[in-house]
T-cell receptor, first 111, second 114 residues
Framework: GDSVTQMEGPVTLSEEAFLTINCTYT??????LFWYVQYPGEGLQLLLK?????DKGSNKGFEATYRKETTSFHLEKGSVQVSDSAVYFC??????????FGKGTLLTVNP | NAGVTQTPKFRVLKTGQSMTLLCAQD?????MYWYRQDPGMGLRLIHY???????AKGEVPDGYNVSRLKKQNFLLGLESAAPSQTSVYFC?????????????FGPGTRLTVT
C-alpha cells in the first residue's frame, strides 16, 4: 500500500537558518504530493502541492520538488522565521482520493 | 463561506458512553473524511465518504460508525467509548475532478475518554 516516510523531529533552528525536512514515499501509479502545516491548536492547512513529476510547489517561501526518480518531496525554506514554528506533514494522494500522511515533523524556530 | 466546521470542539466521555461528532462543509464537496491524530502517529483515516449516502472504511475503522445522509454533513459516532479513543479528530473534504485534490480540514475535536 501507499506510505510516506518523513524526517523524525523535533527540529530546532535559529531564525534565518536554512530548513530541509526530508520526505520519501511509496505508491503505485502517479500520486499527488502535499505538504500540510499545523500550527498549535489548529487544524491542518495546505502549504504546497505538486501533481506530477518535476513539478515544484511553492508558498510562503517554502518549496518542494516532486522527484519521481528518488520518490522524494523534500520541503525547503531558505530563511525560517519564528512564525514558521509548527508541525509539518508530508502526504500523498493516490487515485482513490485518500491521503496518506507521514508522522509529522515538529519545527521550532528560536529568535 | 465557513469551509469545514466541526462540533463540538472539546468533549470528555466516560468509558462506555456514546457520542456523535458532526462535520459540516459548505463548499459542495463530494468527498468527506474522518481522521484521528495521535502523538507520533500522524493522521490516520477512520472512515470516508465519496458522496451522499455512501461510506467506506479507512485504516482504523473499529469502534466507529459514520453516516452521510446529506451531502454537506458527515457524522462520526462512537457507540461505546474506550480510553483508546482519546484523540483529536479531524474532518476534511475535497472537491474531485481535475488536479484539485486539496483536502480542506476542520479545526478538530479533542476527545478524552476516562
Amino acid at each position: 500500500g501507499d506510505s510516506v516516510t518523513q524526517m523524525e523531529g523535533p527540529v530546532t533552528l535559529s531564525e534565518e537558518a536554512f530548513l530541509t525536512i526530508n520526505c520519501t514515499y511509496t505508491a503505485t501509479g502517479y500520486p499527488s504530493l502535499f505538504w500540510y502545516v499545523q500550527y498549535p491548536g489548529e487544524g491542518l492547512q495546505l502549504l504546497l502541492k505538486a501533481t506530477k513529476a518535476d513539478d515544484k510547489g511553492s508558498n510562503k517561501g517554502f518549496e518542494a520538488t516532486y522527484r519521481k526518480e528518488t520518490t522524494s518531496f523534500h520541503l525547503e525554506k531558505g530563511s525560517v522565521q519564528v512564525s514558521d514554528s509548527a508541525v509539518y506533514f508530508c502526504a500523498l494522494m493516490g487515485s482513490n482520493y485518500k491521503l496518506t500522511f507521514g508522522k509529522g515533523t515538529l519545527l521550532t524556530v528560536n529568535p | 463561506n465557513a469551509g469545514v466546521t466541526q462540533t463540538p470542539k472539546f468533549r470528555v466521555l466516560k468509558t462506555g458512553q456514546s457520542m456523535t461528532l458532526l462535520c459540516a462543509q459548505d463548499m459542495n464537496h463530494e468527498y468527506m473524511y474522518w481522521y484521528r491524530q495521535d502523538p507520533g502517529m500522524g493522521l490516520r483515516l477512520i472512515h470516508y465518504s465519496v458522496g451522499e449516502g455512501t461510506t467506506a472504511k479507512g485504516e482504523v475503522p473499529d469502534g466507529y460508525n459514520v453516516s452521510r445522509l446529506k451531502k454537506q454533513n458527515f457524522l462520526l459516532g462512537l457507540e461505546s467509548a474506550a480510553p483508546s479513543q482519546t484523540s483529536v479528530y479531524f474532518c476534511a473534504s475535497t472537491l474531485t475532478g481535475g488536479d484539485t485534490y486539496e483536502q480542506y480540514f476542520g479545526p478538530g475535536t479533542r476527545l478524552t475518554v476516562t
